[in-house]
């Protein structure tokens, strides 16, 4: 039935009297699944310029196969599961139109559709109609604990959180852990747009705390050292860059060819992640390799910092970069935004940072800021913040 019809201007006309002006079938358009291209998903730009990735029609469709074997497949058979999501990641972002929607549309089951992420809405939502499957970024899981009611909203309802996007600090994790059913699972995993997102995961039974997992269904990954002779594959437990390869595999950029030859070597994608591996093939995250600072010849991880300074209780969120020195090359500096009426010192952070820090990977420098930058995701967005400190140089 057509609602109530209102004045139109000249040029305009409703959108069921437009569909009735044509009436001749679509033309047929014949589509080859491995090379047609369905979507031109944009990175996020949070470590450079935002590039093209051309995914093909199979790419999704491997895409959604494989987070179904690996995440859905075992709750299949269970009876009395509230098979519901909530669907609040942007679509225009890989993790959400991958992993939730299009993997929702597969299985069937209920989404819930939110423009945006927004606290108090979510948390409603799960206290109304608690969904099977969560998926959020670290930002998302912190906010929600950092909500003064967070117990009454029945999170213990939940089956599974699932994070990605980047990898939860540890304190996030133990603090959600406790709020959670002792049977629910939170698996953090680790994927890119170039992979069409999923490409490690945590397995719901076999979890390791401060790993992103094992590799996704039909995918390889590896750490790769660089070494007078090339390229060479690194030993258990050694820090390298992550490269990967599986049916998800992206087919280029759109129009940049240099940089597709550049990230895809002999059909493998070099992610530009640094990470090591353990000796049961469960990965872990260090860093970027474009954020690693060099403190006087020494290499610090941003990442491992961050962690540190996590571990404060009045700290809500933190980014740690290299800023230029003329002494030691680069000197660290944090950037912090601390929780709703919470205090503390530069000179406290610091004190915290040299107990639990090699004397090298300590911040010289620390910023309080109201909010730090994030991506339409919620992503912190180091590269924002570097800029901005080149700008003040």
Known sequence: MRGKKIELDVADVFFDDFLDMYHSPPPEIEINPNEDIAVVQYTGGTTGKSKGVMLTHQNLINQIEQTYEFSFKRFDSKEGLNKVVISFLPLFHIFGLANVTLTEFLIGYKQIILPRFETETVLNIIKDDPPMFFFGVPTMF?????????????????????CGSSPMPLKTYNSFKKLINKTAFISDGYGLSEMTSGTL????????????GVPYPQTEAKIVIETDDGVEEAPIGTKGEIIARGP?????????????????RDGWLHTGDIGYMDED??????????????????????????EVIYQIPQVKEVIVIGIPDEYRGETVKAYIALKEN???????VIAFCRKNLSAY???????????????????????????????NL
């Open 248 to 264: 998800q595999l992206m087919k280029g950029y759109w129009n940049n060819q240099e940089e597709t030859k550049i990230a895809i």
């Open 361 to 391: 990977k300590v911040p010289k420098l620390i910023e309080f800021r109201n909010e730090l930058p994030k991506s339409s995701v919620g992503k912190l967005l180091k590269l924002e913040i570097r800029n901005q400190e080149l700008r």
């Open 342 to 348: 919470k205090e503390i010192t530069e000179e406290e």
């Open 142 to 162: 912190n906010a929600m604990l950092n909500h003064p009611d967070i117990e009454n909203f029945g999170i213990d309802k939940i089956q599974v959180f699932f």
């Open 281 to 306: 093939g469960y990965f872990y995250i260090v860093d970027r390799k474009k954020d690693m600072i060099i403190v006087s010849g020494f290499n610090v991880y941003p990442r491992e910092v961050e």
């Open 201 to 212: 995961s945590n397995p719901y039974t076999r979890m390791k705390v401060g790993s992103v």
